[in-house]
């Protein structure tokens, strides 16, 4: 073994060593040659080795909270279960949600931990083998059958992006992905074709591919729909990537709840090797540990390295030093989806599709709406043309998060904004990854805010002052205003810790994480008169 390969060994080492139970550090330590310290810090880093025998986990996201996480998790308590609290376990849709070892059951009732007991996880036979997320949509003129059952067929017929690209050749595609306008899908909206000739333009021939598919922001379920539903064209948009930008090796990040999609994908990729697709290429699946932070692109990076998940400096960008120093193309899933119907439908058609921005779009619905899902629309449609489609609210609207927890709160009277890069910018929100969150006139905001605050100040890495402290100022500041019945004080610094995390944050995480905070104070301020009469 390379020291780089038994580096990226420890994390699935200390998985089967026991996680962070006491000896397990070093016995990794010893079978690998690395420091005992960093074996420590890397079992210490993740929730899911950190965790101990407590291998059931309640989400207590803010989607899951809304559908009775707090129940769940006091009868699961009561009935003496070995239980802790989960962040967003991408189940919006499904809440309230729960985690069985690695694998996600989906709404989860109270009375189903208070009968069962010890016997509890014997209530739901099959989940694990089965996808339990048939009533969502996509795309959405799909019927449910649209769940990829005959892999081998859907691999076929996929195969031809494969070939049409092999006529196109390495320049074809690049301009195809181009002219297509495709922007990644994973939040910040990058162009894709300049990550891709960023990568192919270098001289380093050594290049690698990393599918992102560490979903993990509060409201945003769609990459786990791709995967469990069309496996087939993420295998084939990452091989047409791959052979584009000259890379031969592509690493499968897929977070470690993600058993089910996993299976899914593994079982995809038997099919296409049978069917002799990918001979060229090599595939390396990693499953997370537990850590929003790793879908940070360069935490990921550190992550599949062996490390600690914690974001590095930009730049350099991956597309120059990137996995173990050489370049890399990284994509959301979404994004890598898209890019076999750009190669066979051509790119005018995909550029045609969108309303404000090219390509259709997966929005994730969930909150007080009936019938939460991942909706495949045109991108830019408004949030009131997702409700539709989603069965409307349930009550009268009051606020929505756009996109994930990172993208904040917008009112009501924002409903009839397109929900696409520019649009939500103008407001200071984003579109992030379309994890959008409705909320009605019976929710108070303060909790909603408060329960991203808590979210972000676990998932801070602690590497940078402005963002390991911030967050844990904001939700502090918050859960103070709330004690105290509304003063004014608690909340005074808020704007000015704000900036200070915008400013000073090295990745995005800190860059948003007040913005649950600061957008409701500025949406909101009959909610919070008090912190307006102070001025913050
Ligand atoms: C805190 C944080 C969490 C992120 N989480 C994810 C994620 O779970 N999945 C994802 O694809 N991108 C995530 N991103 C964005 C990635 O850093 C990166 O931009 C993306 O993987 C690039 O793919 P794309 O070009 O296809 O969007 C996150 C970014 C930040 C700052
Ligand atoms: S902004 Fe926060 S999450 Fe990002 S690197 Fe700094 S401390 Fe870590």
Same mark, same amino acid.
């Given at each position: 073994?390379?020291?780089?390969?038994?580096?990226?060994?420890?994390?699935?080492?200390?998985?089967? &060593?026991?996680?962070?139970?006491?000896?397990?550090?070093?016995?990794?330590?010893?079978?690998?040659?690395?420091?005992?310290?960093?074996?420590?810090?890397?079992?210490?880093?993740?929730?899911?080795?950190?965790?101990?025998?407590?291998?059931?986990?309640?989400?207590?996201?803010?989607?899951?909270?809304?559908?009775?996480?707090?129940?769940?998790?006091?009868?699961?308590?009561?009935?003496?279960?070995?239980?802790?609290?989960?962040?967003?376990?991408?189940?919006?849709?499904?809440?309230?949600?729960?985690?069985?070892?690695?694998?996600?059951?989906?709404?989860?009732?109270?009375?189903?931990?208070?009968?069962?007991?010890?016997?509890?996880?014997?209530?739901?036979?099959?989940?694990?083998?089965?996808?339990?997320?048939? =009533?969502?949509?996509?795309?959405? #003129?799909?019927?449910?059958?649209?769940?990829?059952?005959?892999?081998?067929?859907?691999?076929?017929?996929?195969?031809?992006?494969?070939?049409?690209?092999?006529?196109?050749?390495?320049?074809?595609?690049?301009?195809?992905?181009?002219?297509?306008?495709?922007?990644?899908?994973?939040?910040?909206?990058?162009?894709?074709?300049?990550?891709?000739?960023?990568?192919?333009?270098?001289?380093?021939?050594?290049?690698?591919?990393?599918?992102?598919?560490?979903?993990?922001?509060?409201?945003?379920?769609?990459?786990?729909?791709?995967?469990?539903?069309?496996?087939?064209?993420?295998?084939?948009?990452?091989?047409?990537?791959?052979?584009?930008?000259?890379?031969?090796?592509?690493?499968?990040?897929?977070?470690?709840?993600?058993?089910?999609?996993?299976?899914?994908?593994?079982? &995809?990729?038997?099919?296409?090797?049978?069917?002799?697709?990918?001979?060229?290429?090599?595939? %390396?699946? %990693?499953?997370?540990?537990?850590?929003?932070?790793?879908?940070?692109?360069?935490?990921?990076?550190?992550?599949?390295?062996?490390?600690?998940?914690?974001?590095?400096?930009?730049?350099?960008?991956?597309?120059?030093?990137?996995?173990?120093?050489?370049?890399?193309?990284?994509?959301?899933?979404?994004?890598?989806?898209?890019?076999?119907?750009?190669?066979?439908?051509?790119?005018?058609?995909?550029?045609?599709?969108?309303?404000?921005?090219?390509?259709?779009?997966?929005?994730?619905?969930?909150?007080?709406?009936?019938?939460?899902?991942?909706?495949? +629309?045109?991108?830019?449609?408004?949030?009131?043309?997702?409700?539709?489609?989603?069965?409307?609210?349930?009550?009268?609207?009051?606020?929505?998060?756009?996109?994930?927890?990172?993208?904040? @709160?917008?009112?009501?009277?924002?409903?009839?904004?397109?929900?696409?890069?520019?649009?939500?910018?103008?407001?200071?929100?984003?579109?992030?990854?379309?994890?959008?969150?409705?909320?009605?006139?019976?929710?108070?905001?303060?909790?909603?805010?408060?329960?991203?605050?808590?979210?972000?100040?676990?998932?801070?890495? =602690?590497?940078?002052?402005?963002?390991?402290?911030?967050?844990?100022?904001?939700?502090?500041?918050?859960?103070? %205003?709330?004690? #105290?019945?509304?003063?004014?004080?608690?909340?005074? %610094?808020?704007?000015?810790?704000?900036?200070? +995390?915008?400013?000073?944050?090295?990745?995005?995480?800190? +860059?948003?994480?007040?913005?649950?905070?600061?957008?409701?104070?500025?949406? @909101?301020?009959?909610?919070?008169?008090?912190?307006?009469?102070?001025?913050?």
């Amino acid at each position: 073994m390379t020291n780089e390969s038994s580096r990226a060994a420890v994390p699935d080492l200390l998985h089967e &060593a026991g996680g962070n139970r006491p000896g397990a550090a070093a016995e990794v330590a010893r079978a690998t040659g690395q420091a005992e310290a960093d074996v420590f810090g890397v079992a210490s880093f993740f929730d899911l080795l950190d965790a101990g025998d407590q291998k059931l986990a309640v989400c207590t996201g803010l989607c899951c909270r809304l559908r009775g996480a707090d129940e769940v998790l006091s009868a699961a308590r009561a009935a003496g279960l070995p239980v802790r609290e989960a962040a967003c376990l991408a189940a919006c849709d499904r809440a309230p949600a729960v985690l069985k070892d690695r694998v996600v059951l989906p709404e989860v009732q109270p009375a189903e931990c208070e009968e069962a007991g010890d016997d509890w996880l014997a209530v739901r036979p099959g989940a694990e083998d089965e996808a339990p997320w048939l =009533g969502t949509i996509w795309p959405v #003129e799909a019927d449910p059958d649209h769940l990829v059952l005959d892999l081998a067929g859907a691999i076929e017929s996929t195969g031809r992006a494969s070939r049409r690209a092999l006529e196109l050749g390495a320049d074809g595609v690049l301009d195809a992905i181009e002219a297509s306008g495709l922007q990644g899908r994973g939040g910040a909206g990058f162009p894709a074709h300049i990550k891709w000739r960023g990568v192919a333009g270098q001289a380093e021939t050594k290049r690698y591919i990393v599918l992102n598919a560490d979903e993990s922001e509060p409201g945003t379920f769609k990459d786990r729909e791709v995967l469990l539903r069309r496996p087939d064209l993420v295998l084939e948009g990452l091989a047409i990537a791959a052979r584009a930008v000259g890379a031969s090796e592509i690493y499968l990040y897929l977070r470690g709840e993600f058993e089910l999609p996993r299976r899914t994908l593994a079982a &995809a990729l038997d099919a296409a090797s049978a069917a002799g697709l990918y001979d060229d290429l090599t595939f %390396h699946f %990693h499953a997370g540990h537990g850590a929003y932070i790793c879908g940070e692109e360069t935490a990921l990076l550190e992550a599949l390295e062996g490390k600690r998940g914690m974001p590095r400096i930009k730049p350099p960008f991956p597309t120059e030093i990137g996995l173990w120093g050489k370049p890399t193309l990284i994509h959301n899933v979404e994004t890598i989806a898209c890019v076999p119907s750009i190669i066979t439908r051509g790119s005018e058609w995909f550029a045609g599709l969108g309303r404000s921005g090219a390509g259709t779009k997966l929005y994730c619905l969930s909150g007080d709406v009936a019938r939460p899902g991942v909706y495949e +629309m045109p991108l830019g449609v408004t949030l009131d043309e997702l409700l539709e489609a989603g069965g409307g609210v349930v009550g009268e609207l009051k606020a929505f998060s756009p996109g994930g927890a990172s993208s904040g @709160f917008l009112p009501a009277t924002e409903s009839g904004r397109a929900l696409d890069f520019k649009a939500l910018a103008e407001v200071d929100s984003m579109l992030g990854s379309a994890g959008v969150v409705v909320l009605n006139t019976t929710r108070d905001l303060k909790g909603a805010a408060l329960d991203q605050l808590r979210f972000f100040s676990e998932e801070s890495c =602690g590497q940078c002052a402005p963002c390991r402290i911030g967050t844990r100022y904001q939700h502090h500041a918050l859960s103070r %205003h709330l004690a #105290e019945n509304g003063a004014a004080k608690p909340l005074e %610094h808020v704007a000015r810790v704000a900036h200070e +995390m915008t400013e000073g944050s090295i990745c995005g995480l800190g +860059m948003t994480a007040s913005l649950p905070l600061t957008s409701a104070m500025r949406w @909101f301020p009959d909610e919070f008169p008090a912190a307006d009469d102070d001025g913050a």
